[in-house]
């Protein structure tokens, strides 16, 4: 059980570092749209991410709607990144 845990503490270390790349890249996006004049929130981007997610979740044999929540909470921790300077 031991070695199962530690796999899975190394995966918890590679989500976590996908997360911060996630976030600089969404701050970079927020310049841009800053630029733009644009707003931080595009609904039709997440609406359709989440439904490519959704899909993309069925594939790997995970719950869509339980993926889709889990996708919720990386859009407001992208969003809140993009919010500050």
Known sequence: MAAFRQEIDRL???IL???KARVNIA???AKVK???GLPIRDEQRER???TKIGSKAEGFKLDPELIKRIFREIIELSVEAQKRP
């Open 12 to 14: 918890d270390d590679r």
């Open 27 to 29: 701050k970079k996006i």
């Open 48 to 50: 359709e991410l989440l």
């Open 34 to 36: 800053f630029d733009k």
């Open 17 to 19: 570092e996908l997360l």
